[in-house]
């Protein structure tokens, strides 16, 4: 489009100078004229161009007044005509005021003369070149920045990786590429040295060849080099690197070019890896086309053959063959199909010898079978030592299943000692026994029996097997192995001692092993089988290994027993002592809350318990306490927990009970103790009396702490109101 300046030339109220309009038209710029102010406003174009039109505005200032002058300004740098614009003010006389006031409102220029005055045309004219110089650099402007634009685009979306490199080396500027390549965000890679992101060993070689593109010893080079990406991975890129040179030759910076050729490299090294082991393999490796001549010979094939790779290349493979082998490879075999068979194979020297062939295909470019690869191993010392394998397989064999029976009891021995240890009661243990006892002995039956020393009498407790139908309980004098205190086998009952507590019928044969540990024998280990010479040496030696274990864990388990009664009891009076009372407490709370079930305490305590130690003595006093704690024993349910609390005090909880309930149960225990008649060494010690507080949940409280507490209030007022009563708490 034609670039325009349009010159409108407001006279108000007289004629335009023919002079002036000869001078403006000497501008080159379309010339209007308008003689009033609001014919301005008329002046836009329908749809004007920014770009290509700009309007200059000439105005006679000679107005009525300041106002007027300042107000036409400002109205016509209001009108939408383009961005550009000149605004010359022509006035008649150079007042100061108004001179500063027109400028202000606007005006590119000013000019004290009248419109008569050639001034005026010359003024005019320059002020119309300024305009044109305006619009030029702005359409310059434009056009670079429509360059930049597209240099961009082409900088940032390019296949390859670009980097703009400063003379320091130091990386000026690179593209999305590069940055995805290297994994680096922009503002990390920006600014950073070029060694830093290649590899050591290639910094060297890539700085000489910067150095000489530099000093204008080359224009540019190209090389393969390896870069270390942000996550220390290894990349491998050709880089293609050239300088830029400003107007004087001087080089100013050099661009990068590099290509991604990590998959190149890769499949390079894997070609030359194999052709390595090609190379280095012992065995025969050869090549060659369908109709049979060799085209490839490693090392290994003139080891087996004879033959040097200049002696066997264009011969036919047919001149190693001795016996043809069944596998051959053709145009229809499956693609990637493997074939193995076993021939003779005749060697330089005319030897035959075994070998064990692996056949596969070797296809073009298209896919179609070119030729045939083979390979070939020597198997004479395998055939040697496949014979002897084959005289000792049997015994081996037989070995193999000692062997595999021997783990399988190491294991289940192993399984059968883990979870002992891991049992926390003996009912847990004998469940145990019983279960991976008929695993260890799956031909055996088998019982433990463990001593109940109130009846003095042997239980049974764990069995399978034939054992299952063993006799329930037996004396200890029915076993002959508990009469001698040891192992007691009988390898056929029809002839052998057997023990009294044997089933009818009597098994073929059996061992009983005593349980013992630390001295003490509290079991008997019985293990039998329905045949005569059933239970073998190695069967033996099988039971006393598990008898044994038995017998430990079982020990443990009892000691553990011990230890946990007595950490929990209180010895004197066998009751529960003050730490599992709080425990208990605790937890029956919580289960009382989640079933929204009452819960009472019944705290007691001995009245005068103090005076009768002080007058029938400690010991008098310890024999009171147990006596007491059988009466609380006696007077609390299967569920209900009985504890010393501390000294002569006693703790009751009772769970799902009501209070009135508590409390009637509170009244039957202080009744008891006051018929209570305790004698000390054949003396009486006398009459004794109880007081006692109930509180319960949820009416005194939903803590351990609040019932415990009301409890206690509720006996202080029980001692207050004259001992031997019972209160329950408010």
Aim: hydrophobic residues 40%; negative net charge; charged residues 25%.
């Amino acid at each position: 489009m034609t670039e325009v300046i349009h010159v409108i030339v407001l006279a108000l109220g007289q004629a335009l100078d023919p002079g002036l309009v000869a001078a403006l038209d000497g501008t080159g710029a379309t010339v209007s004229t308008r003689d009033t102010l609001d014919a301005l406003e008329q002046d836009a174009p329908s749809d004007p161009d920014p770009v290509n039109l700009n309007q200059l505005y000439l105005l006679d200032a000679r107005l009525r007044s300041l106002a007027e002058a300042v107000e036409l300004c400002e109205r016509v740098r209001a009108l939408p005509a383009g961005d550009v614009r000149g605004l010359l003010v022509a006035v008649d006389d150079g007042d100061t005021e108004r001179r500063q006031a027109v400028l202000a409102a606007g005006a590119d220029d000013l000019v004290t003369a009248p419109f008569t005055d050639p001034a005026l045309a010359e003024r005019l004219a320059i002020v119309g070149r300024l305009v044109k110089l305006r619009l030029e650099r702005r359409r310059l402007s434009d056009s670079l920045q429509d360059e930049a634009s597209r240099f961009r685009a082409f900088f940032d979306d390019a296949a390859n990786g670009i980097a703009v490199v400063g003379l320091d080396g130091r990386t000026m500027r690179s593209n999305r590429t590069l940055q995805e390549m290297l994994g680096y965000p922009a503002a990390e890679l920006d600014g950073r040295h070029a060694s830093e992101v290649t590899h050591p060993d290639d910094v060297e070689l890539d700085s000489h060849l910067r150095t000489e593109l530099v000093e204008g010893k080359r224009e540019r080079y190209a090389i393969e080099q390896r870069y270390l990406r942000r996550d220390g991975s290894t990349l491998w890129g050709h880089l293609s690197v050239s300088v830029v040179r400003d107007d004087q030759g001087c080089v100013r910076f050099a661009v990068g070019m590099v290509e991604d050729v990590t998959a190149r490299k890769e499949v390079e090294a894997a070609r030359n890896q194999l052709a390595a082991i090609v190379e280095s393999s012992n065995d025969a490796i050869v090549g060659h086309t369908l109709d049979g001549t060799i085209t490839s010979w490693n090392t290994g094939a003139m080891q087996t053959y004879g033959y040097t790779a200049a002696e066997a290349i264009g011969e036919r493979i047919s001149m190693l063959i001795a016996v043809p082998a069944d596998a051959e490879v053709s145009e229809g075999d499956h693609p990637g199909r493997i074939d193995h068979a076993q021939s003779e194979h005749i060697t330089k020297d005319g030897r035959r010898i075994p070998v064990f062939l692996t056949f596969s295909a070797i296809r073009g470019t298209e896919g179609e079978i070119v030729g045939a690869s083979m390979i070939a191993r020597d198997i004479s010392e395998r055939r040697d030592v496949e014979r002897e394998l084959f005289d000792t397989n049997e015994t081996l064999r037989r070995r193999v299943e000692e062997l595999q029976q021997r783990t399988r009891e190491i294991t289940l021995l192993y399984e059968l000692g883990d979870l002992l240890q891991a049992c926390r009661t003996a009912e847990e243990a004998y469940k145990v026994i019983g279960q991976v006892g008929a695993q260890i002995f799956p031909e055996e039956g088998g019982a433990l029996l463990v001593r109940r020393e109130a009846h003095n009498l042997l239980e049974v407790v764990a069995s399978w097997g034939m054992g299952a139908d063993y006799e329930a309980f037996h004396t200890p004098d029915d076993c002959w192995a508990l009469r001698r205190g040891r192992t007691h086998h009988v390898a056929d009952t029809r002839n052998g001692l057997s023990c009294h507590h044997l089933q009818e019928p009597p098994p073929g044969s059996y061992v009983c092993i005593p349980i013992t540990a630390q001295g003490e024998t509290f079991g008997l280990f019985y293990i039998s089988n329905a045949e005569p010479d059933g239970v073998t040496e190695t069967k033996l030696r099988l039971c006393g290994t598990v008898a044994e274990q038995n017998a430990l864990a079982l020990s443990n388990l009892r000691m553990q027993e011990t230890l946990r009664i007595q950490s929990i009891r209180d010895p004197l009076t066998n009751l529960y002592n003050r730490r599992y009372m709080e425990e208990s407490l605790d937890r029956e709370i919580r289960r009382a809350a989640r079933s929204e079930r009452p819960l009472s305490v019944i705290m007691a305590d001995l009245d005068h318990f103090k005076h009768f130690n002080d007058s029938f003595g400690h010991e008098a006093g310890d024999t009171l306490l147990r006596e007491l704690g059988r009466i609380l024993t006696e007077h609390i349910r299967g569920g209900d927990i009985a504890c010393r609390y501390g000294g002569e005090e006693f703790i009751l909880i009772m769970p799902e009970m009501e209070l009135d309930e508590a409390r009637a149960r509170a009244e039957q225990i202080r009744l008891a103790t006051a018929r209570m008649n305790v004698v000390y060494r054949g003396r009486s010690l006398g009459r004794a009396t109880i007081s006692l507080g109930v509180a319960g949940y949820p009416h005194q409280g939903t803590s351990a702490h609040a019932i415990l507490r009301a409890a206690d209030a509720a006996l202080y007022r029980a001692k207050g109101a004259g001992r031997d009563a019972v209160v329950v708490a408010e």
